[in-house]
């Protein structure tokens, strides 16, 4: 069983197209989702989450007061036993995203975290490396993860930290490295490279399922606030792990596998629009 944890507060329409995707993809593995209500303002998202309760796959729980992104998720890994997907609510999944991941992730036993590929997603981005992407032109997402996996070598690419959009943790890892680090990152932005960090400590590593896409609208404004909070974390984080900003540069001289995949991509892309 893989437990899929969506922390939901506000975004009416991207949860529901959301929601719609993960209940209509096609995945082998034995799956559920749970959805975690942070005190949504907003009454369409909570009718929207209980109106999934009766599904078999679904689980709701709910927050009795606001407790953030980080608490939130560290209430699902909780409440879960098994390995856990961590998924934004803003994200729209494609066929056989869970097995691939899973795949991905038990392709070597050092594997801590696996991240998907996405338009939206830093140094996980495609088709353009650490940018945020439009869907190329004449492409679904589905057409597109098509064209991504039909596109990929399935090298599984090591990266200094783990992208949050879609990422896939080794219950065995939750247990050796622990939860998210709340106290220190608890208003969100930091947390997921903070973990990754000490996965790596632990003497594993993070990597890309490089045959898997998934959608990301992802925050389009940045707003004063969230850029202080951003400030704020990476100096918390760079105090915990003084390392990584060193490691992190080294990977974007060093690594041109993450670049390589992205390359494949857009070469698969002109074949197809000349083909078209």
């Known amino acids: 069983m893989i437990d899929v944890i969506i922390p939901v507060y506000s975004g009416f329409n991207e949860t529901k197209e959301c929601i719609q995707s993960l209940l209509n993809t096609t995945n082998r593995k034995e799956h559920r989702f749970i959805f975690i209500n942070d005190q949504s303002p907003d009454e369409r998202i909570v009718e929207l989450l209980n109106s999934q309760v009766d599904s078999s796959r679904v689980s709701v729980l709910k927050n009795d007061e606001n407790l953030g992104f980080v608490r939130t998720v560290n209430k699902g890994m909780k409440f879960s036993n098994n390995d856990v997907i961590l998924l934004n609510a803003d994200t729209v999944v494609t066929n056989y995203w869970i097995d691939k991941m899973y795949t991905a992730a038990y392709s070597n ?19 353009n490396f650490n940018q945020d992407n439009e869907l190329p032109k004449g492409y679904t997402i589905h057409s597109f993860a098509e064209l991504v996996e039909k596109a990929s070598k399935k090298v599984y690419p090591t990266i200094p930290t783990g992208v949050g ?6 219950r065995s890892i939750i247990d050796e490295v622990g939860y998210f680090d709340a106290e220190s990152f608890g208003k969100g932005y930091g947390e997921e490279e903070d973990f990754s960090c000490r996965v790596i400590r632990k003497g594993y590593k993070n990597i890309i399922a490089d045959d898997t896409f998934i959608f990301h609208y992802g925050s389009t404004s940045f707003k004063e606030e969230k850029m202080i909070l951003i400030k704020e974390n990476k100096k918390k984080l760079f105090k915990k792990h003084w390392w990584h900003p060193f490691n992190v540069k080294l990977y974007f001289i060093l690594n041109k596998k993450v670049k390589n995949i992205c390359n494949t991509i857009q070469n698969e ?5 000349l083909k078209g």
């Open 109 to 127: 036993k050092k594997v801590g975290t696996v991240t998907a590929l996405t338009n939206n997603g830093t140094i996980a981005s495609v088709p």
């Open 165 to 170: 959009h879609a990422m896939y943790i080794k």
């Open 269 to 273: 892309i002109s074949k197809q629009d």
